[in-house]
């Protein structure tokens, strides 16, 4: 294995041989190598859906090929903690274990959606799981780290996750949440899948060096990096860290080195660009998060054709059944603030919403010539 990983250096790796299956029970490894395939799954069909149906009006960063992090996590996160994605959500939305039929719907524009059709893929949240997404770049970082400290003021053993990636380390607000949160000792912990590209910018044209883990230590952020497409090693890095986040250790950041097989966005191909190689794609769909898992497995005799042809099954009725939800659902009829993002997590804003509906701030917009709203 390389001493310091990077996208540059990754492909010497070849073939991926370090996964190790010691101290992972079998039920366990069968366990993460079906969520990979379910996540796998599920973003393979949407995808196929996506066109030429056109019913899914809302833009969708596929997260094929990133399957190992969000599975790792689906393992490790409490339903109490706090998750905070990016525009690339459906992995993290999923490791949450938020309804995957509400994700359905919310992308078919439906009611029944997990914010009424009104979010789409991008902004999507589920409040009910405490899973919060935002398409604002390193906009959600900072408000998982408001979330971690009111965690920390009420000596709760909750924890804040924040999943992005290596783009959202180009912003200002992203080095804010690092400098506040190494300061303060906040139980959060970052997750950067890093794959490289920010759209089709390579992070070396944007940064300096292509080794977050190495500038965030100065402010007090432990960090780790990792092959990010072995998922017993995301498992252990992130149970290791979430152990020690609970008990005031914090906080932590993991770089997890992977890449995504599709376009930037959308199911078009963006391969017109020509901004990353033959060989870099070659390279890492040899190393495919599912393929190393389930090699392992096999060879341990923990998983044969039989098991994963039912889990096979059991994902493709579970999808099926999602399509179906989504598709015989009604679109929304009206505006319910109410079933808004954030609704569970502001009881303010919700209050404020009611009275804005009942009149009380009508002479403000009568001030300010607003007409109605
Ligand atoms: C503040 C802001 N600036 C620009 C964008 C446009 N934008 C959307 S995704 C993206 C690149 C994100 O790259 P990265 O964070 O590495 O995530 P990835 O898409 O690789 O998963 C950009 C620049 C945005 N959404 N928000
Ligand atoms: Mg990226």
């Known amino acids: 294995m390389i001493e310091l990983l990077s996208h540059h250096t990754i492909t010497q790796i070849g073939r991926y041989s370090d996964l ?56 490790v996160v409490l339903l109490d903690d706090h998750l905070f994605s990016h525009h690339r ?32 893929s991008q902004d999507i949240s589920h409040c009910e799981s405490h899973f919060f997404s935002g398409a604002i770049l390193a906009g959600a ?17 909750q924890i804040s996750i924040s999943g992005f990636g290596e783009g959202a ?44 883990c190495e500038r965030v230590r100065p402010f007090g952020v432990r ?19 979430v152990e020690r986040l609970r008990n005031g250790d914090g906080p932590a950041l993991i770089e997890a080195y992977t890449y995504r097989w599709n376009s930037h966005v959308g199911p078009e191909d963006d391969s017109i660009n020509r901004y990353r190689s033959a060989d870099e794609i070659a390279f890492w769909k040899e190393n495919c998060p599912i393929l190393i898992l389930e090699e392992k ?7 044969d054709d039989e098991i994963v042809g039912r889990m096979e099954a059991e994902i493709a009725k579970e999808i099926a059944d999602n399509f179906r939800f989504a598709k ?32 009380k701030y009508n002479q403000y917009q009568e001030e300010a010539k607003l007409g109605p709203y």
């Open 141 to 157: 970082i900072t408000i998982g780290v408001g979330a971690a400290f009111g965690f920390q003021r009420r000596k709760s053993r």
């Open 223 to 241: 960090a780790t990096q990792i092959f990010g497409n072995d998922v017993i090693l995301a498992y252990n890095t992130i149970s290791q860290e």
């Open 328 to 359: 015989e659902s009604p679109f929304p009829t009206s505006i319910d603030w109410n079933r808004s993002n954030f609704e569970l997590a502001s009881p303010l804003a919700d209050q404020l919403l009611r009275e804005a509906e009942q009149g």
């Open 89 to 120: 959500s459906h992995g993290y939305y999923f490791a949450k274990g938020a309804p995957l039929r509400e994700l359905f719907a919310e992308i078919y524009g439906r009611e029944t959606g997990a914010n009424g059709g009104k979010a789409g």
């Open 20 to 75: 190790s299956l010691v101290g992972i029970s079998p039920a366990l490894g069968s366990a993460l190598l079906r969520q990979m395939l379910r996540l796998r799954r599920m973003e393979e069909a949407l995808h196929a859906e996506y066109h030429p149906a056109d019913e899914m009006r809302c833009p969708i960063h596929f997260c094929i090929g990133q399957e190992a992090v969000p599975a790792a996590l689906s393992q």
């Open 297 to 303: 497995l096999r060879a341990m005799g923990w998983v």
């Open 169 to 212: 380390t180009d912003e200002g607000a992203f080095w804010e949440a690092i400098a506040f949160s190494g300061k303060q000792k906040l139980p959060i912990l970052f997750v950067i899948e890093n794959n490289r590209y920010a759209t089709f910018s390579d992070q070396l044209k944007r940064q300096q060096t292509d080794n977050i």
